[in-house]
């Protein structure tokens, strides 16, 4: 482990600690409940899965920006709408991560997982029917903006309600595939998410061409509705985690948790906000920068469909990263990754001038593919993964939705500079391309170095070691311990319906 402050030496991974030995009830292993495969497995599909929602609605922004552009020309173009409307969802899911990241802490975790999916099935729904007073224009777009702002807010809950339910229910699976079933119900949602992000509008436009774009937006927000309504069922039969009924603090002595996560924290937001900060940023103008590759004669469900293929690319990446994870560790395997990644992002800035023309496409979408999948196996995969499982489960929620707050900053921040990059290399169509790759490939190398330097190993049972020295800590600190667990978990051990020692 990483050492954090003078407070917490010596207090690393101990063999017992007075008054908690390893087999009291708190720290016993979670896989020893007994419960079938299917019990254990269900929770963490119905928690994380529900982040598909995340790459559909943020991924199809960058196709509808498209469209809008195409419809309502420099009515669009020339107004703040254009980077509202692709941004301002970014705005809303740091305001979601922040909120339910407190409240699923304090509440509950399932019932403000609930309370996001109501928010995301509603504001997809109004996106899709957005319209102005008096069928104003402007006043659309307005609306529109509005809309996504919200539904940022719904999208925001999915990660500190969803993400660390999802953790903590993998620590009742088996040892060695945990961090694989994490990823591939975390971030391999939010990847899938983007691909089918990407072919719908091509889909779409083909089924009714591009004389009905005005009805082809709509569609493809609208259909945003179906994957968090697809899970509400799930959602509502969901119980709350094992651990967090074990660890669920009533008083929270922020103090003493600042002095003991806040180097840990740090490092994990800065590596999230510098990958997001590449990430949505490039795969909301791909879409454009194939139209500019592809030239204007080619339809627009052929530039979706270049798109579409870019982001398969995300799927072999998030898999792979998702088995070396438990192979080699997240903390490896995100280094690894995002160095990589960095490494091929410089090739290909130094190779744009080649691939920026329409006989090279398939050349820059093979390139680029690989540059994305590098940055999925490693970063995707793990930063969040890192997020999840370096804090004790009782802080979890508010830890986790501070560093994924930090990571949509960057991709709010990368989405309204990412234009400024470009415009910096004027009518250079080369050098257009290759600043945003400069910049993203600057930043992997750096997020590579933090990770190696600065984060901890993450095993199979950190969850529950992570929790035992938060609690050794905490009492050393003279916080009592014995208030931790929820209600119900506290009245059924008085009732010695659980074993205590």
């Known amino acids: 482990m990483a050492e954090l402050s003078p407070d917490i030496k010596g207090l690393e991974k101990p ?41 559909y609605l943020n ?22 709408a254009q980077s509202n409307v692709a941004s301002i969802a970014f705005a809303g899911t740091v305001v979601g991560q922040l909120f339910f990241g407190y409240l699923s802490d304090h509440w509950s975790r399932k019932q ?19 319209c102005g007073a008096g069928g104003s224009i402007q006043g659309l777009f307005a609306a529109l903006a509005a809309y996504r702002f919200l539904l940022g807010i719904g999208i925001g809950g999915e990660y500190p309600a969803g993400s660390v339910a999802c953790a903590e229910n993998t620590g009742e699976l088996k040892k060695g595939h945990r961090n694989r079933w ?45 994957p968090p309504l697809s899970l509400l069922y799930l959602r509502i039969k969901l119980k709350e985690p094992e651990e967090y009924n074990r660890q669920k603090m009533t008083k929270y002595p922020y103090w003493l948790i600042v002095k003991f996560y806040w180097f840990r924290l740090l490092v994990v937001s800065l590596i999230w906000f510098m990958y997001d900060f590449s990430a949505y940023s490039f795969s909301i103008y791909s879409s454009s920068w194939l139209t500019i590759i592809l030239g204007d004669s080619a339809p627009l469900w052929k530039s979706f469909g270049w798109n579409t293929v870019i982001n398969l690319f995300y799927i072999p990446g998030a898999f792979a990263g998702a088995f070396l994870s438990d192979w080699i560790g997240p903390k490896y395997c995100l280094s690894i990754g995002v160095l990589l990644q960095g490494i091929v992002g410089f090739i290909m800035a130094a190779l744009y001038g ?77 050098k257009q391309g290759q600043y945003p790759f400069y910049v993203s490939s600057s930043l992997c190398i750096l997020s ?14 950190t969850i529950v070691d992570e929790d035992v020295r938060f609690r050794a800590y905490l009492e050393a600190q003279g916080y009592d311990v014995s208030s931790l667990g929820t209600k119900e978990y506290k009245q059924a051990k008085a009732k010695e319906m659980i074993p205590s020692s």
């Open 354 to 430: 080649r691939l920026d023309t329409p006989s090279h496409v398939a050349g820059f979408v093979v390139v680029y593919g690989i540059f994305l999948a590098l940055g999925e196996a490693g970063p995707g995969d793990n930063i969040g993964l890192m997020a999840s499982k370096t804090s004790a489960t009782s802080i979890r929620g508010q830890y986790y939705g501070i560093a994924a707050a930090a990571g949509k900053i960057g991709a709010f921040v990368g989405s309204y500079l990412f234009p400024i990059i470009i415009a910096d290399a004027g009518d250079d169509k080369v």
């Open 448 to 461: 590579a170095v933090l990770a190696v330097t600065c984060l901890p190993n993450v095993g199979q049972d």
């Open 182 to 226: 994490f990823i591939f119900f975390t971030n391999f949602m939010i990847d899938a998410g983007f691909v089918v992000a990407a072919l719908v509008p091509m889909i779409v436009v083909l089924a009714t061409t591009e004389k009905h774009l005005r009805a082809a937006w709509r569609i493809c927000l609208g259909l945003g509705v179906i």
């Open 59 to 80: 991924g199809v922004i960058g196709s509808v920006n498209t469209m809008l552009k195409q419809i309502y020309t420099t009515e669009y173009t020339e107004s703040s």
């Open 15 to 55: 063999e017992s600690y007075p008054n908690h030995p390893q087999d009291d009830f708190e720290t016993a292993p979670m896989d020893a409940i007994p419960k079938s495969r299917w019990q254990r497995v269900w929770p963490t599909i119905a928690a994380g899965a529900g982040l598909f929602s995340d790459g």
């Open 112 to 130: 403000a997982l609930l309370l996001s999916t109501i928010i995301l099935i509603l504001f997809a729904a109004l996106g899709a029917g957005s």
